[in-house]
């Protein structure tokens, strides 16, 4: 819990280069000790597995991809892409998210992708949404 409150400025010098003060704020809360913040520079920027998904749910993140290419990282990426999906599919809550989280992150929990997902960044998702629609 104590890590959950550390200012950036507190901890810059033991963290990673590639942790910086926007993305301290995103990984603090997924945090027990100082040492795991080097264990999200895959998801940050890194390679991931992609997920072994089912057929509709590759299909899904195919659309996602499709969706995202077209969508505004100015404002709010997770939003726009979320609320397309959703009145595009259907889909809402865990079958909306979940798909997108692992084939953004290879994980099942993480941080809020709201605030993710301009860290991974628009060429870097799409390349990861496009894999996990192929594997």
């Given at each position: 819990k104590?890590?959950?409150h550390l200012?950036?400025?507190?901890?810059?010098?033991?963290?990673?280069?590639a942790i910086t003060a926007q993305v301290w704020p995103v990984i603090r809360p997924n945090l027990a000790t100082?040492?795991?913040?080097?264990?999200?520079?895959?998801?940050?920027?890194g390679e991931i597995v992609p997920?072994?998904?089912g057929d509709d749910d590759r299909a899904y993140v195919a659309q996602a991809a499709e969706s995202l290419a077209a969508t505004d990282f100015a404002t709010d990426p997770w939003q726009a892409?979320?609320?397309t999906l959703k009145e595009a599919t259907g889909r809402k809550g865990k079958p909306l998210?979940?798909?997108?989280?692992?084939?953004?992150t290879g994980m099942d929990h993480g941080p809020d992708m709201a605030a993710l997902l301009p860290v991974i960044g628009k060429?870097?998702?799409?390349?990861?949404?496009?894999a996990a629609a192929l594997a």
């Open positions: 104590i890590v959950h200012p950036y400025e507190a901890v810059a010098d033991r963290l990673p280069d100082l040492a795991e913040a080097a264990d999200w520079l895959a998801v940050l920027g997920p072994a998904l892409l979320t609320a998210f979940l798909p997108l989280r692992q084939a953004l060429d870097l998702a799409l390349a990861r949404l496009r």
